[in-house]
């Protein structure tokens, strides 16, 4: 049975994809079986996994929307729509010029089989839950039916929060979504942890770290592992490589394998208290 960890957060340039790209490398380099998938319509996390980009047309028909467009309520076969990527151990279902459309295809099965239009891709995944010991879905920084149906499924959510007010927002209409959905239906949705990106030694830094440690609601959530920003992952973004590949020994890197080390650690604890 594998696990889904959501990376989420209502706002763009936190860090999503370069967390996500990261950790599917870290998970697979210790054996895991990784399932990403790109639900963001930048494909960003697609380029990064495969070196395909998202005006090549690669996946064209074989991607996130198809998956979506050929759903079955009953046993589906999801073997069109994962592929294979550069790194060994992991896998992709991508996003492509067409993910724009998955949307209003969302609202499309709500009116077919009256259900919630967030709740597909839960019975999409459950096809590969025996498959794969993590599954990680990166979303768009949007609150849309594509991130509530990434956040409905998780099993932990992940949020990057970069050291700045806008951020910090992203942070809280994030926890409402989440609440939204809890409330909703009744489910509980956990948050793994937050995990502070680009980090600096700046006073802005100081004062976003203080926020989370001074609250009695987020303190617990904050991971003592921040993601420092370093020239690594922009050029890593450019060889479409895993920064935890592309520069082992850069901070960046580091960091990540870090926090890695941080998650299991969580997971550890959370699987021991259960």
Same mark, same amino acid.
């Given at each position: 049975?594998?696990?889904?960890?959501?990376?989420?957060?209502?706002?763009?340039?936190?860090? %999503?994809?370069?967390?996500?790209?990261?950790?599917?490398?870290?998970?697979?380099?210790?054996?895991?079986?990784?399932?990403?998938?790109?639900?963001?319509?930048?494909?960003?996390?697609?380029?990064?996994?495969?070196?395909? %980009?998202?005006?090549?047309?690669?996946?064209?028909?074989?991607?996130?929307?198809?998956?979506?467009?050929?759903?079955?309520?009953?046993? #589906?076969?999801?073997? +069109?729509?994962?592929?294979?990527?550069?790194?060994?151990?992991?896998?992709?279902?991508?996003?492509?010029?067409?993910?724009?459309?998955?949307?209003?295809?969302?609202?499309?099965?709500?009116?077919?089989? %009256?259900?919630?239009?967030?709740?597909?891709?839960?019975?999409?995944?459950?096809?590969?839950?025996?498959?794969?010991?993590?599954?990680?879905?990166?979303?768009?920084?949007?609150?849309?039916?594509?991130? #509530?149906?990434?956040?409905?499924?998780?099993?932990?959510?992940?949020? +990057?929060?970069?050291?700045?007010?806008?951020?910090?927002?992203?942070?809280?209409?994030?926890?409402?979504?989440?609440?939204?959905?809890?409330?909703?239906?009744?489910?509980?949705?956990?948050?793994?942890?937050?995990?502070?990106?680009?980090?600096?030694?700046?006073?802005?830094?100081?004062?976003?770290?203080? #926020?989370?440690?001074?609250?009695?609601?987020?303190?617990?959530?904050?991971?003592?592992?921040?993601?420092?920003?370093?020239?690594?992952?922009?050029?890593?973004?450019?060889?479409?490589? +895993?920064?935890?590949?592309?520069? %082992?020994?850069?901070?960046?890197?580091?960091?990540?394998?870090?926090?890695?080390?941080?998650?299991?650690?969580?997971?550890?604890?959370?699987?021991?208290?259960?």
């Amino acid at each position: 049975m594998s696990l889904i960890l959501t990376t989420a957060i209502e706002k763009g340039g936190t860090g %999503k994809t370069t967390t996500v790209v990261n950790l599917a490398a870290l998970m697979a380099a210790e054996g895991k079986r990784v399932l990403v998938v790109d639900m963001d319509q930048q494909a960003n996390t697609t380029y990064m996994l495969t070196q395909h %980009k998202k005006a090549e047309n690669f996946y064209k028909g074989r991607g996130l929307v198809n998956l979506f467009m050929n759903f079955d309520l009953g046993d #589906m076969d999801l073997t +069109p729509y994962i592929h294979p990527t550069t790194i060994e151990g992991v896998d992709v279902i991508p996003s492509t010029a067409q993910t724009p459309r998955a949307v209003h295809q969302l609202d499309l099965l709500a009116d077919e089989y %009256k259900m919630k239009n967030y709740t597909f891709l839960i019975h999409c995944l459950a096809n590969v839950n025996d498959d794969y010991d993590f599954i990680v879905i990166d979303t768009p920084p949007a609150r849309d039916n594509l991130t #509530m149906s990434a956040l409905f499924c998780a099993d932990e959510v992940l949020i +990057p929060v970069r050291c700045d007010n806008f951020s910090l927002d992203g942070f809280e209409t994030t926890l409402a979504m989440i609440l939204d959905l809890e409330t909703r239906e009744d489910v509980k949705i956990d948050v793994l942890g937050v995990v502070l990106t680009q980090v600096e030694r700046t006073a802005a830094v100081h004062l976003v770290r203080q #926020m989370f440690e001074e609250n009695p609601e987020y303190a617990s959530v904050l991971f003592k592992t921040g993601i420092r920003k370093g020239s690594a992952v922009p050029e890593s973004t450019i060889a479409a490589v +895993p920064v935890v590949r592309y520069a %082992k020994k850069s901070n960046p890197s580091v960091d990540y394998m870090q926090l890695w080390n941080e998650i299991k650690q969580r997971l550890a604890k959370k699987e021991a208290d259960e």
